[in-house]
């Protein structure tokens, strides 16, 4: 059945962080054209419904279970009809999608994964900031805190992690923001600062930047229990004198660029 043309794959689609532009061209585009838009309206605002057509069959999530869900892209897919189902963010983070793609492919359902923008990236464009500074940052790390509904591995606790001093997107913690705080102290110094990022690129949107210390007591205080990121990184300091890079220095020959005056032109592919 699945390799009957007149079947179209079921598509899961990363929406992005809230703001319907930032949606991927391919992702708009199937959105647009789909019978069916399956998706996860506690995370996902309704702006992007408006991109569907008036015969669109829309299924909101939040009060559904896997068991519920499944059938209905199931049963709609055997009715010939597109199906797109949406995440927020980027669908391959803590979205929840491999239990859902196992259950598809296990049913003989070809499926389709569209990436999305993830909020860490929307909030470093809005905060204008590069995450990855020469001689002070070059690692990002995505992480969560032990939850209800998710374990940590015994290899990727938050302390662990913090001891890279790396730039690290805490995802998922603002209602353990306190432990989450005391475990980032064991490594990172209590002046670095943190980004507060709540419903990035929403209208209501909120970004603050505290020092460490601060962490938990703002977080409590700004009411924040969900769509809450937390970005740790030296590079959000106002530093002046980090090292510029080497891309574009002079200096620096590659295979598109000779300086005129090196030895030889390097291999590096950047422009």
């Known amino acids: 059945m699945s390799s009957d043309p007149k079947y179209l794959p079921v598509y899961f689609i990363g929406v992005g962080p809230g703001d319907p532009e930032l949606l991927t061209v391919k992702g708009q585009r ?15 605002p ?8 008036p015969t669109a069959e829309i299924i909101a999530t939040s009060g559904l279970t896997l068991e519920e869900i499944v059938p209905l892209m199931i049963d709609r897919y055997q009715a010939h009809k597109s199906v797109a189902r949406l995440h927020s963010g980027d669908l391959t983070l803590y979205s929840a999608i491999s239990e859902q793609l196992q259950e598809l492919q296990a049913a003989q359902i070809p499926c389709q ?7 860490f990236q929307a909030a470093a464009a809005e905060l204008q900031v590069e995450l990855t500074i020469p001689e002070l940052v070059q690692t990002i790390i995505l992480t969560r805190i032990q939850g209800r509904a998710s374990a940590m591995p015994p290899t990727e606790t938050l302390a662990s992690l913090a001891a890279h001093r790396s730039s690290l997107c805490l995802y998922l913690a603002a209602g353990q923001i306190a432990a989450a705080q005391s475990q980032l102290l064991l490594h990172y110094p209590p002046d670095t600062p ?37 970005l740790i990184s030296p590079a959000l300091a106002q530093v002046k004198n980090f090292a510029r890079s080497r891309l574009y220095h002079p200096s620096h020959a590659h295979l598109f660029r000779d300086t005129g005056n090196s030895t030889g032109i390097s291999l590096d592919q950047h422009d």
């Open 194 to 230: 943190v980004a507060i990022c709540y419903r990035v690129s929403w209208p209501d949107a909120q970004i603050s930047i505290v020092p460490l210390d601060q962490l938990a007591e703002t977080s409590t205080a700004q009411g924040l229990l969900r769509s809450t990121m937390y």
């Open 113 to 119: 994964l569209i990436p999305g923008i993830s909020v």
């Open 46 to 53: 309704t702006a992007i419904l408006s991109l569907a057509k």
């Open 30 to 44: 199937i959105i647009q054209a789909a019978d069916v838009i399956i998706y996860a309206d506690s995370l996902i």
